[in-house]
């Protein structure tokens, strides 16, 4: 094997084209046999492994720089760069991360994992060298539908100023997760039909160089390229042609269904281990039969549709009324404002990690003009993804901290489908939904028609002494915790709080006449949780408060169930300690 031997880049510097496109298949094999049994991002890998092969020949990594996009298409970097053995041995496989990761490489710069950022990034990197007199090539990788966002137009246009050594390269796959979206990418289009000829050049445009290359997955051809631009004096961008998913069929006829995956078998492309979503599934079924009567009602997605359960057939059936903003959520933030401002009610989904993306159009564009718009907020909690760059433990204080916006969090499949119904209807608020995790489907907290009357709790269960709120995901561990006080003859009250944005102080002061210890359950960070605004609520009397949360720290790939039990969150731990505490007080 070639990939076996390579410790660093200067391994392949003397490969002949044929070593190398032996390497190319061995690289492709690896990954496949990798994603099959791991789990990762498929189809991005697939489609650079020529160009990285191409980039790690001409250019001198470390010290020539390159810095990749969302990063998930890194795996042919890794293997090139002392990490091969993670992509052939399976003992190996959780030695590293699917992004780029300093800690891992001295070959890697930053840790990232949300999209545009790399031409921000590099534009510094190349702005340092310069300033400190050195001379080394900054590289920058973007595509799969990268360039939507607003941050890699932001690079661009402080790139096409600087008038100094940076080389994007643009592997531009005609795709993002899903299709393409938006007027550049109609241009990009024109750019591939006429080899580059188009007269209408974004980049050109924006004071860069430009260099068209068809054929982005030949690899000798991309080296005579790069060999040419190699340590250039002005900004230019490499638009290069890739082929995503290239080398596995399945992933190259479905490019949305393997843009990444759990796992599957290679021999049949059947996917294991990821079963429907209900909440996805209801999300889906219900805009779909409400989008047929209701005309003002529409659904923005920032290239992510699977967060609504929108496939490519049920997009067809949304029609008009379904939005792809491209990777870009201050764009559907903002435009959600304006369509809710003039008559349509918006419904923009999108995971907790991307979202604060969209923090500040979420306060100034939205919360400020309070229009009616409604967020679904979905993988949230610390159940849910789990590299650093992907983690959904920092939205409650995030959103919490808006004025004018109503945060929800319920509990089952059933009260979410009566709170998305209800915030569609109402014309009042900005509401954001924490939607909840699919493990949990069920719950026996009330469902209602309307929830007009904000800030109310439910109370599950009455009891005394000891009132436990578990937080929409966490309501299911509180009512475990509850029953494991009862063995231990506790009858402790239990409390869907449902709105995590405001606190019922009424229900709060009631508990005082019958209850000594108040307890919260979150599955997010403390620090500007909900559970600190029950303790400051309580702050002037004697009860008693216990806030239950994650440290605020930023975690990669941590596994789950030590996370929760290093901060106290399973249902044993939390029931051990609230009877400790109870008995203190006795």
Request: a negative charge; glycine letters at 8%.
């Amino acid at each position: 094997m070639y990939l076996e031997k390579i410790n660093s880049p200067e391994d392949i510097k003397q490969y002949t084209a044929q070593d190398r496109k032996k390497l190319a298949e061995e690289m492709r094999q690896a990954i496949i046999q990798r994603v099959s049994v791991h789990g990762g991002h498929l189809g991005p890998d697939l489609g650079f492994v020529e160009a990285s092969i191409a980039l790690h020949t001409v250019f001198n990594s470390p010290e020539d720089k390159i810095v990749f996009d969302v990063s998930h298409q890194c795996y042919p970097h890794k293997m090139l760069t002392g990490r091969s053995q993670a992509y052939l041995s399976p003992e190996h496989y959780d030695d590293i991360s699917g992004y780029t990761n300093p800690d891992e490489s001295e070959h890697d710069f930053f840790n990232v994992g949300h999209t545009s950022t790399s031409l921000s990034l590099a534009s510094g990197l190349a702005k340092a060298r310069d300033l400190k007199g050195t001379h080394e090539n900054i590289i920058a990788v973007i595509g799969d539908g990268s360039m939507s966002g607003g941050e890699a137009l932001e690079g661009l246009d402080t790139i096409g100023e600087m008038g100094t050594n940076l080389i994007i390269v643009f592997n531009d796959n005609n795709q993002s997760i899903a299709e393409v979206h938006g007027g550049m990418y109609k241009q990009f289009a024109k750019l591939r039909e006429t080899h580059g000829q188009y007269p209408h050049n974004l980049f050109r445009a924006m004071g860069l160089d430009y260099r068209f290359v068809e054929h982005g997955n030949d690899t000798e051809e991309l080296i005579r390229v790069f060999r040419e631009v190699k340590d250039i004096d002005h900004p230019i961008v490499i638009h290069v042609v890739t082929r995503k998913g290239l080398g596995y069929k399945p992933a190259e006829e479905n490019k949305e269904k393997w843009h990444s995956c759990r796992g599957f078998n290679i021999a049949t492309g059947e996917k294991i281990g990821k079963g429907p979503n209900p909440y996805f599934d209801t999300t889906a079924s219900y805009l779909l039969h409400r989008m047929k009567w209701d005309h003002r009602l529409a659904a923005i997605a920032a290239a992510t549709p699977s967060n609504f359960g929108f496939t490519p057939d049920k997009r067809k059936e949304a029609g008009n009324q379904y939005i792809d903003v491209g990777i870009a959520e201050e764009q559907a933030a903002a435009m959600a404002s304006g369509m809710a401002k003039n008559g349509v009610h918006p419904v923009f989904a999108t995971s907790a990690t991307f979202l604060q993306r969209a923090y500040d159009q979420i306060s100034q564009d939205v919360c400020i003009n309070n229009n009616p718009v409604t967020f679904l907020v979905t993988w949230a909690g610390f159940e849910a993804m789990n590299d650093v760059t992907h983690l959904g433990i920092f939205d409650i204080p995030m959103l919490t901290s808006i004025p004018n916006l109503i945060y929800l969090a319920p509990t089952s499949v059933a009260e979410y489908r009566a709170i998305l119904d209800w915030s569609i209807n109402q014309k009042e608020h900005p509401v954001a939904i924490r939607v909840p995790l699919p493990m949990f489907t069920d719950s026996d907290s009330p469902v209602q028609s309307s929830y007009d009357r904000l800030n109310q709790s439910l109370v599950t269960h009455s009891g005394k002494d000891i009132a436990i709120l578990g937080v929409g995901n966490m309501y299911h561990v509180a009512r475990k915790a509850a029953a494991h006080l009862k063995d231990k003859g506790l009858d402790v009250t239990i409390i869907n709080p449902l709105f995590l944005s405001g606190l019922d102080t009424q229900l709060l002061t009631q508990l005082m006449d019958s209850h000594r210890l108040v307890v919260t359950l979150e599955d997010g960070i403390l620090d500007g949780g909900f559970g600190e605004k029950v303790a400051a609520f309580y702050g002037p009397t004697i009860m008693r408060v216990m806030n239950f949360g994650l440290k605020k720290e930023f975690r990669d790939r941590y596994d789950r169930q030590e996370l929760a039990q290093e901060n106290h969150l399973t249902e044993e731990q939390i029931a051990s300690d609230v009877w400790d505490a109870f008995c203190q007080l006795k």
